[in-house]
């Protein structure tokens, strides 16, 4: 069964301090990977998306790598705002036969940025 | 810049009604998709939609579940007789033709309250 799985589950930080995000994952056929803004009670913003054969992608503050070996991902966010309070999700792609993708999600980790 | 819309934002409905979430993807896509998310819960898969048709569907997606693309702009969910347990926040999405980084957008959502 296609899974993926977050840690940690929460998370609390202050403004300015970096921090990183794991996912680990067993989905088959393995077509790329997302990392997911969602704000509460709104729709996931996408923030990256990596194929097989990339390592790492950055979208202004966060960096997202991959490790397709170990079925691994990270997202590491730098000076962080209080903006950037939300739950972040690890997404997982699986090509559907009959065209698109099947998303799977994580359970996501709640980051929280104090002053 | 394009979104998927959806409507209404909050529908609250009684036990065994019938309802019709509405989305209006971008204008441009080819992939539609439905996903919930149970209050606490991580987002799952429903169902994905292409060239008129299911390509893919969850065991969540049973009988009291119907998709339709009635006029070519609109992307609809009905839940026939509704339970208590189909409370959750409903999301639609849409991508584009294209190889496995098919990017899906996701709408705002449509929060489904069964009394």
């Known amino acids: 069964k296609n899974q993926v799985e977050q840690s940690p589950q929460s998370l609390i930080i202050l403004e300015g301090k970096n921090c990183t995000l794991q996912c680990n994952y067993t989905v088959s056929p393995f077509s790329n990977l997302r990392w997911y803004k969602q704000d509460t009670g709104r729709g996931p913003v996408s923030l990256t998306i990596m194929t097989f054969s990339e390592n790492t992608k950055s979208n202004g503050r966060y960096t997202a790598t991959l490790d397709a070996d170990t079925k691994q991902s990270s997202l590491h966010i730098t000076a962080s705002q209080l903006s950037d309070s939300a739950s972040y999700i690890c997404v997982v792609s699986a090509r559907i036969t009959g065209g698109g993708n099947k998303l799977t999600f994580g359970t996501g980790t709640q980051l929280k940025v104090e002053l | 810049e394009p979104e998927v819309t959806q409507t209404p934002s909050h529908q609250v409905t009684q036990m065994g009604q019938e309802v019709i979430l509405r989305c209006v993807p971008i204008s441009n896509h080819l992939y539609f998709y439905w996903y919930r998310q149970i209050l606490g819960q991580k987002v799952e898969f429903l169902v994905s939609f292409y060239n008129n048709e299911i390509s893919e569907k969850s065991e969540i997606f049973d009988d009291q579940f119907s998709v339709e693309r009635p006029d070519g702009s609109n992307f609809t969910l009905k839940i026939r007789s509704t339970k208590l347990e189909d409370s959750a926040m409903y999301f639609c999405?849409?991508?584009?033709?294209?190889?496995?980084?098919?990017?899906?957008?996701f709408g705002q959502g449509t929060r489904l309250t069964v009394v």
């Open positions: 999405a849409s991508g584009v033709i294209g190889g496995k980084n098919t990017e899906a957008f």
